[in-house]
């Protein structure tokens, strides 16, 4: 695998759709860029989506089993071979997903990160990005689907949750105050992303025309 695998993680509208497009924007030139997302990501992910998130009831370990097998898909056919062939896969949600929503809130508890990492045959991302925001101040402007309707309480104990993965495995993630404006979510993003291509022994993310200017400059 000579590609690097990025991920943004945080709560329902913190913006990472927003910030996902402005990295991929950042990151295009020289190297080839898979944006991509879970639930979702594939053909199959789409009726997987479907299935999990505008259908009725669907029962806790169903559902878990759902986002894996979305997961296993999505990583086996799209991210694996596009990391093979050295590209820079940015993704909206992945694993740690499911262990904060299908382990933590709905109760399932350990067996949920087995079950993901037994689907993706233990891929980890190079880095993970938490855009954390206090409950409440999400700029959603679009109708909610089921999983989103639910109470401030749910939501907050969802931000601590991934809050608490981040201090977990604090070499691997960067959180970032997604209650900052646009330009500078992107700018912290930017850096960490940079210092993790250079660890990762790849070309680094130099500022581009739309980054913000160091300070000092007039
Ligand atoms: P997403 O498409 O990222 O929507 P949003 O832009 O609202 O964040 O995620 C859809 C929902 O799916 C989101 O509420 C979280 C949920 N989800 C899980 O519960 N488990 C998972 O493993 C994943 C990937 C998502």
Redesign the pocket.
């Known amino acids: 695998m000579s590609g690097f695998f990025v991920v943004f993680e945080g709560g329902?509208?913190v913006g990472?759709?927003t910030q996902i497009d402005r990295l991929a924007e950042a990151l295009r030139g020289e190297r080839e860029v898979v944006v991509t997302?879970?639930?979702?990501g594939t053909d199959l992910g789409q009726q997987l989506r479907q299935a999990i998130?505008h259908g009725g009831h669907v029962a806790p370990r169903a559902e878990a089993l759902l986002?894996a097998a979305d997961?296993a898909h999505h990583i086996a056919t799209k991210v694996r071979p596009a990391l093979d062939r050295g590209a820079v896969v940015v993704q909206?949600?992945?694993?740690d997903?499911?262990i904060v929503?299908?382990g933590g809130a709905r109760g399932l508890g350990e067996e949920v990160e087995r079950i993901s990492t037994w689907a993706t045959e233990g891929l980890v991302p190079h880095l993970t990005v938490l855009l954390d925001m206090e409950p409440g101040e999400g700029r959603l402007d679009r109708e909610l689907?089921r999983?989103?309707r639910e109470t401030g309480e749910y939501k907050a104990l969802i931000r601590q949750a991934f809050l608490d993965l981040a201090r977990r495995d604090a070499d691997r993630y960067v959180v970032v105050d997604a209650a900052q404006s646009i330009d500078e979510v992107a700018e912290a993003v930017r850096v960490a992303v940079d210092e993790a291509l250079t660890k990762a022994g790849l070309p680094g993310l130099p500022a581009g025309p739309r980054g913000l200017e160091p300070w000092g400059t007039p």
């Open positions: 329902d509208g990472k759709s997302r879970e639930p979702g998130m986002y997961r909206d949600r992945y694993l997903s499911s929503y299908q689907d999983v989103e």
